[in-house]
């Protein structure tokens, strides 16, 4: 297992890769940047959210551990023993802090178990209490994206649960984005008074703002990915359209790419862009942002296989972590990691 075939063939054209922590530089095409190596050896880092202290925690698919990276020092805070793998894409996926973290040591996470996917609210420590259930589980199309927007509220990413007819079911939690409260409830002004935000989605990872704009990003089937601008109560055409397409009351994606290209996945806006985790196409996509408009996407950080995290620090650095020790990945020896700009 663990073969350096991947660090061979990742290091093919001009990168260069550092294997152990420390300082490394990688060439990453029309925009190279210095890149560090933050930690290495985990399992699936999923989802990376910043404590007030600056210390990054982030879940870890597969073990379902909740670690914290201080510094060097990386210490598992809880293990969520209610997750269960699907044996695909599902696990301890969406992580969450509460506002209050620093002094209620509360996460919101979102996981799969044998029956659904479902949002927790979790003192570190204790047993996860679970504040929505019921969304369609599956081997794959689980979605997972957890984060708070602008307005206060959580927003959660879902997959259709390989049942596509659930996208365009307003009954069902999968295929949507919910926006919700701290206890589950429906947020108030939600478009169809119920969790649902919007709909006609195939499988939803990442979701992040620019300024009150929301952005999604979103798994296609065997064509095309997209990024859809999010809007309360839009259809976003799964499963009848993939990718753009001409069909009234359908809103299209603002960027989209073909599957080998991206498998789009965490999303953040960073230094004006955003940037996506490209997991099949091993790389991250650079989208500059002008106001109400985006420019055309670079491929970034490749070299270091799939990119599932990206998270913006509050020390000005931009953290991803990769995915390779997933079915799909092909793991390096120090795989998986997590690894941040220098600024
Ligand atoms: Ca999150
Ligand atoms: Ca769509």
Redesign the pocket.
Known sequence: MRARRFAVAALGAAAVVSFGVGPAVAQDGPSAQAVRTIATKLDIPW?I?FAPDGSGIFTERDTRKIKKIKGTTITTLDTVSEASTTGGEGGLL???LSKTFATDNTVFIYYSTGSDNRIAKKKLGSPAQPIVTGIPRNRYHNGG???FGPDGFLYATTGDGQNKANAQNKNSLGGKILRFDTNGKAAPGNPFNSLVYSYGHRNVQGITWVGTTAYATEFGDAKTDELNKIEAGKNYGWPNCEGPCNTPGYTNPVKSWSNKEAGPAGIGFYKGALYIGAVTGKRVWKVPVNGASLGNPQSVFTGYGRVRAVAPAPDGTLWLGTSNQDNNGSPGATDDRILSTDG
Request: charged fraction near 40%; aromatic fraction near 0%.
């Open positions: 989802d959210e969406g992580l969450a994206g957890l984060e």
